[in-house]
């Protein structure tokens, strides 16, 4: 008997399937890597029917030993992929009963294909939800270490890519933390949904048979059971969802791979990347170019792209199962693994990053970033907030003309722009005077920073 042969719907057909038209349907060469979860899922739909007396203990017995069998043949590489078997489910199916006999045709009572890979795409999503959340709290890690270590680290702050006011080095490390903290709880919220168990729906209208759905959700680790059928075979909103969740993170990481690009370069020159994480130019022999975060940069748009083909594929369905849907795994796939590899080159790229203190500081000193803290002195001293803007405007153009700090002027110079300066106004202009300043929840101040990596390492320690 031919593979073509062994197809369960070949009893209805009067020839064979064209070769081309073959390839055009099958999934098999990717939906493969959905095995282990197929297999899990049939174990547990052979045990529910032998619970509830559809199959025998003998049968059930023989099912499970086949599909161990079969496992451990797909993991040693000697299981033989057919396409003509079209899919990972026909091709496991086949090979069950060719290696078990009749009780392999039984397994598939009460159940169709179309709940079978929603609730395998279901099952693989939800570890690989797991795998990334690891993977994410090990670079929040990172970033605490990080920030830590640099609370007092001062930096130039910057809106609109211009020198704005001082910051800590670990204060903008935290921020990076904020946006990756939220990205691990929408991953979270997004395995709730898709960890529900459509088995059970069959084709699209459930099944004749006495199921017992709830036992086999539990034995699969399921929360909850989808509660119509049609919705269980034709809904995909858990894929879409995760590829919009990662869709944000990646938006995150693209703007840290900005920064870092931007601050390696020797026109900041705030941090040192690691040898081990760039490359050089076949031409240009001083070059180390910033290729991972580069490349982070880059693969937001595949992530973004994964999201709008999910989002598209579903857009003109009718209800129920449509052949449409074999096209979810590779974005879906696709998404999976750009997010993994970006996490892990971030995770080993930001532990080894070598920021550069003295160069952020020197930097801070060039662009006036004290100047609201001169205003706002003026303000304590009396003056209207827009007449001591004002003033500060004044003293800073003369700065300018002068190739001067406003740290670096003199008392006498300072009070020509206004006469309340005292010599207390040094500590003010300083860039650890500036921001020791704003030491409140969510402040820069280096105490805030430590306060907020301590909150933040509790937080990740109580999970
Ligand atoms: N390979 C198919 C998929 O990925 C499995 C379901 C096929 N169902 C069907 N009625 N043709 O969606």
Same mark, same amino acid.
């Given at each position: 008997?031919?593979?073509k042969?062994?197809?369960? &719907?070949?009893?209805?057909?009067?020839?064979?399937?064209?070769?081309?038209?073959?390839?055009f349907?099958?999934?098999?060469?990717?939906?493969?890597? +959905?095995?282990?979860?197929?297999?899990?899922?049939?174990?547990?739909?052979?045990?529910?029917?032998?619970?509830?007396?559809?199959?025998?203990?003998?049968?059930?017995?023989?099912?499970?030993?086949?599909?161990?069998?079969?496992?451990?043949?797909?993991?040693?590489?000697?299981?033989? &992929?057919?396409?003509?078997?079209?899919?990972?489910?026909?091709?496991?199916?086949?090979?069950?009963?060719?290696?078990?006999?009749?009780?392999?045709?039984k397994?598939?009572?009460?159940?169709?294909?179309?709940?079978?890979?929603?609730?395998?795409?279901r099952?693989? +999503?939800r570890?690989?939800?797991?795998?990334?959340?690891?993977? *994410?709290?090990?670079?929040?890690?990172?970033?605490?270490?990080l920030?830590?270590?640099?609370?007092?680290?001062?930096?130039?702050?910057?809106?609109?890519?211009?020198?704005?006011?001082?910051?800590?080095?670990?204060?903008?490390?935290?921020? &990076?933390?904020?946006?990756?903290?939220?990205?691990?709880?929408?991953l979270?919220?997004?395995?709730?949904?898709? $960890?529900?168990?459509?088995?059970?729906?069959?084709?699209?209208?459930?099944?004749?048979?006495?199921?017992?759905?709830?036992?086999?959700?539990?034995?699969?680790?399921?929360?909850?059971?989808?509660? $119509?059928? *049609?919705?269980?075979?034709?809904?995909?909103?858990?894929?879409?969802?995760?590829?919009?969740?990662?869709?944000?993170?990646?938006?995150?990481?693209?703007?840290?791979?900005?920064?870092?690009?931007? &601050?390696?370069?020797?026109?900041?020159?705030?941090?040192?990347?690691?040898?081990?994480?760039?490359?050089g130019?076949?031409?240009?022999?001083?070059?180390?170019?910033?290729?991972?975060?580069?490349?982070v940069?880059?693969?937001?748009?595949?992530?973004?792209g994964?999201?709008?083909?999910?989002?598209?594929?579903?857009?003109?369905?009718?209800?129920?199962? $449509?052949?449409?849907?074999?096209?979810?795994?590779?974005?879906?796939?696709?998404a999976?693994?750009?997010?993994?590899?970006?996490?892990?080159?971030?995770?080993?790229?930001?532990? $080894?990053?070598?920021?550069?203190?003295?160069?952020?500081?020197?930097?801070?000193?060039?662009?006036?970033?004290?100047?609201?803290?001169?205003?706002?002195? +003026?303000?304590?001293?009396?003056?209207?907030?827009?007449?001591?803007?004002?003033?500060?405007?004044?003293?800073?153009l003369?700065?300018?003309?002068?190739?001067?700090?406003?740290?670096?002027?003199?008392?006498?110079?300072?009070?020509?722009?206004?006469?309340?300066?005292?010599?207390d106004?040094?500590?003010?202009?300083?860039?650890?005077?500036?921001?020791?300043?704003r030491?409140?929840?969510?402040?820069t101040?280096?105490?805030?920073?430590?306060?907020?990596?301590a909150?933040?390492?509790?937080?990740?320690?109580?999970?």
């Amino acid at each position: 008997m031919t593979d073509k042969d062994k197809r369960p &719907w070949a009893g209805r057909f009067t020839e064979a399937t064209d070769e081309f038209v073959e390839r055009f349907t099958a999934s098999v060469t990717f939906d493969q890597r +959905l095995y282990a979860e197929d297999i899990a899922g049939s174990m547990a739909h052979a045990r529910m029917l032998t619970r509830v007396g559809v199959l025998t203990d003998e049968e059930c017995e023989a099912i499970l030993g086949g599909l161990t069998t079969i496992q451990q043949e797909i993991e040693q590489g000697r299981f033989e &992929w057919s396409i003509a078997l079209e899919d990972v489910h026909m091709n496991i199916e086949a090979r069950l009963t060719g290696l078990i006999g009749d009780a392999g045709k039984k397994l598939h009572t009460g159940r169709s294909r179309n709940d079978q890979v929603a609730t395998d795409l279901r099952l693989w +999503l939800r570890q690989q939800i797991d795998d990334l959340d690891g993977m *994410l709290e090990g670079l929040l890690r990172v970033l605490l270490d990080l920030g830590e270590a640099h609370a007092d680290t001062v930096m130039p702050g910057f809106t609109h890519l211009q020198t704005a006011q001082p910051v800590t080095f670990g204060h903008h490390l935290l921020a &990076w933390f904020e946006a990756l903290k939220r990205d691990r709880a929408r991953l979270a919220d997004c395995r709730v949904r898709t $960890n529900i168990m459509p088995l059970g729906a069959a084709a699209l209208a459930g099944t004749s048979y006495p199921i017992d759905r709830a036992y086999t959700a539990e034995l699969l680790g399921f929360d909850g059971l989808a509660h $119509n059928s *049609l919705d269980a075979v034709s809904d995909r909103d858990f894929a879409i969802e995760f590829c919009a969740c990662a869709s944000l993170l990646m938006m995150h990481l693209s703007r840290i791979a900005e920064e870092l690009v931007l &601050w390696s370069s020797s026109q900041f020159d705030f941090i040192v990347l690691p040898d081990r994480y760039c490359t050089g130019s076949s031409i240009m022999p001083q070059k180390k170019n910033p290729d991972v975060p580069e490349l982070v940069r880059g693969k937001s748009g595949r992530v973004y792209g994964d999201l709008l083909s999910l989002l598209t594929l579903m857009k003109g369905q009718p209800l129920a199962y $449509n052949k449409d849907n074999q096209e979810d795994k590779e974005p879906l796939f696709d998404a999976v693994d750009t997010l993994a590899d970006c996490l892990q080159a971030f995770t080993g790229l930001l532990a $080894n990053l070598e920021p550069k203190p003295e160069s952020m500081r020197a930097a801070a000193l060039r662009g006036f970033a004290t100047a609201t803290d001169l205003a706002d002195y +003026l303000v304590r001293a009396g003056l209207p907030f827009r007449d001591a803007h004002e003033v500060v405007g004044r003293a800073v153009l003369f700065g300018l003309e002068q190739g001067r700090d406003l740290s670096e002027l003199s008392l006498s110079e300072l009070q020509t722009f206004s006469a309340t300066i005292d010599p207390d106004i040094f500590e003010v202009l300083s860039l650890d005077g500036s921001v020791a300043a704003r030491n409140h929840i969510g402040g820069t101040a280096p105490q805030q920073v430590l306060a907020a990596v301590a909150r933040a390492r509790a937080g990740l320690d109580r999970e």
